[in-house]
Structures are given as C-alpha cells and as structure tokens.
C-alpha cells in the first residue's frame, strides 16, 4: 500500500493552466488504476481522469481534449495536466490509487479559476 500527496493547485485565470502532481510512497508500478478525481462546491466528488498500468486512459466529457494524465511508473508520480481552464473547473482535486486489494486517496489540492 502507498501512501499519496498531491500538490500543484492554485488560483488562475479562465483560460489558464497548471500541472498538479501526485507522489506515491512507493512503488506505482503494481497498481492497477490511478485516477485524479475533483469536488467542487456543493457537489459530489466525481471523477476527471484514469489511467490504467497499461496506459489506457479515461476522461470525463467536460475535460476531453483539455486535460492530459500521465502516470510515470519509474517515478511513481501521477500528473494531470490541465489545459484552458474554465471557472467549473474550480475544485479540490484528489488522486486515487485503486489495486486489486486496497484504494488509497490522496489529500486534496484546491484549484481555483477565475473568470
């Protein structure tokens, strides 16, 4: 099991963009799925992106083509990169680690855009 810490929030303008990060405690390479997941204001945490220790990756409709995670196995680093950000965007954003005998969460990191 790892442990995870993710950083890279902050306050932009709409239109902007930031890289967040997540560091896991150890090894990445076993786990089957890392995911970024966000909640904003009044809402349920839902997810934005995964992907799989194949490669594969998933979007959410409303990040498609704006957004980008990447996994670095050798690093045990997660990142999204997030591209033309728009003020519905603004949330705390959480990484998730989910392998075939434990689900790890990150703390959250607030991402706030403004218009």
């Known amino acids: 099991q790892v442990q995870l810490q993710a950083c890279g929030g902050g306050l932009v303008q709409a239109g902007g963009s930031l890289r967040l990060s997540c560091a896991a405690s150890?090894?990445?390479?076993?786990?089957?799925?890392m995911g970024w997941y966000r909640q904003g204001p009044g809402k349920q945490r839902e997810p934005v992106a995964t992907?799989?220790?194949?490669?594969?990756?998933n979007y959410a409709d409303s990040v498609k083509g704006r957004f980008t995670i990447s996994r670095d196995n050798a690093k045990s680093t997660l990142d999204l990169l997030m591209n033309n950000l728009k003020p519905e965007d603004t949330a705390v954003y959480y990484c998730k680690a989910t392998s075939y005998d434990f689900i790890e969460w990150g703390q959250g990191t607030q991402v706030t855009v403004s218009s």
């Open positions: 992907v799989t220790r194949s490669g594969n990756t």
């Open positions: 150890g090894s990445i390479s076993s786990i089957s799925v």
